[in-house]
């Protein structure tokens, strides 16, 4: 299996195009030590030629621009993304489809939770059923959106895409609104898990043995957006655990069997994104990976 981290930063992207907080500062002025990230988004394929597209970001152009497995490369209309499927429904994981018009062929796989609030959205009726078939799909249900690449989609504790909150939500419910997909090809395994509220014993069962996870790394502390003085929600205000603490996906997951860990869906708030620091070398120094765009590797 190849995977392309095609975007690894969280909704607003690194630098987010109205923040002047200490991280985006060092972005907007070229500092080397904060790269510059894209919004949320993996490409993964069996064979290098046919890909699956998870999540479809309002940065795909670029996305596809800056990575030439994604290039169109025979006939006049042609895109090696056979495939894309939702995790949730958030802008930063939906709007890219608005981008995939000009009747080129696929299938847009979701659960019928994620799939409902895109059908009830007419603006996604750009993508002509003629070429777009919509595809809804169980949790734990197995599919084969490319040939010789598996998934199953389940639950993961999380809550209502943000432009859906109203004053019933619920914050880590584990509904089919916000999913992790097992990816399997090849006989390896990568678990992609961009956002999560909370670890639970079933999650570990789930994630356990994966060659690969991707796990959401949206803030360090909790309290990341207020210590950075840009906002008053917390991580599990959005819906996203915490890297630190007891209770943090760290310590959370620091005995479960998993090959490789890598955080993605990184907002721009955390400090982890700037290399060097104290908080990037103790994330590291605990076996995880901070993700960037363009990281790539074959399992
Ligand atoms: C999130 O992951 O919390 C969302 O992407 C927030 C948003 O839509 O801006
Ligand atoms: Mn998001
Ligand atoms: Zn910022």
């Given amino acids: 299996m190849q995977l392309v981290i095609l975007g690894s930063a969280a909704g607003g992207g690194i630098p987010q195009w109205n923040c002047r907080c200490s991280i985006c500062s060092l972005a907007w002025e070229g500092d080397p030590r904060v790269k510059p990230r894209t919004q949320s988004s993996i490409a993964v394929s069996p064979d290098g030629e046919r890909w699956l597209l998870v999540n479809a970001s309002p940065d795909i152009r670029q996305q596809i621009q800056g990575n030439r497995q994604m290039h169109p490369r025979e006939g ?23 981008t ?27 993508l002509n059923a003629e070429a777009v078939q919509r595809q809804s799909i169980a949790l734990n249900e ?12 389940f639950a993961v504790p999380g809550k209502v895409p943000l432009w859906l909150e109203d004053a019933s939500m619920q ?4 509904t089919e609104t916000t999913v992790g997909a097992m990816i399997e090809a090849g006989g390896k395994r990568l678990a992609y ?4 509220a909370r670890v639970t014993d079933d999650l570990k069962r789930r994630i356990a043995g994966v060659d690969a996870l991707l796990f959401d790394g949206t803030v360090l502390e909790d309290d990341d957006m207020i210590r ?40 721009n708030t955390n400090p982890v994104l700037v290399e060097g620091s104290t908080e990037r070398e103790s994330v590291e120094s605990r076996g995880w990976t901070v993700g960037h765009d363009g990281m790539s590797f074959s399992l």
């Fill in 76 to 98: 006049l209309r042609h895109s090696p993304i056979h495939a894309v499927l939702l995790t949730n429904g958030d802008v930063d994981h939906v709007a890219g489809l608005l």
């Fill in 100 to 126: 995939l018009r000009e009747m080129q062929v696929f299938t847009l796989y979701a659960t019928p939770g994620i799939l409902g609030s895109v059908n009830d959205n007419r603006v996604f009726d750009v």
């Fill in 142 to 153: 197995t599919f084969e959106p490319v040939p010789g690449l598996t998934v199953t989609l």
């Fill in 171 to 174: 914050i880590g419910a584990e």
């Fill in 193 to 196: 898990i961009p956002g999560c």
């Fill in 228 to 267: 950075a003085g840009v906002g008053t929600k917390t991580g599990w205000r959005m819906g996203h655990i915490q890297m630190n603490g007891e209770t943090g996906s760290i310590a959370s997951l620091a005995d479960a069997e998993i090959g490789r860990r890598v955080f993605v869906h990184i907002n």
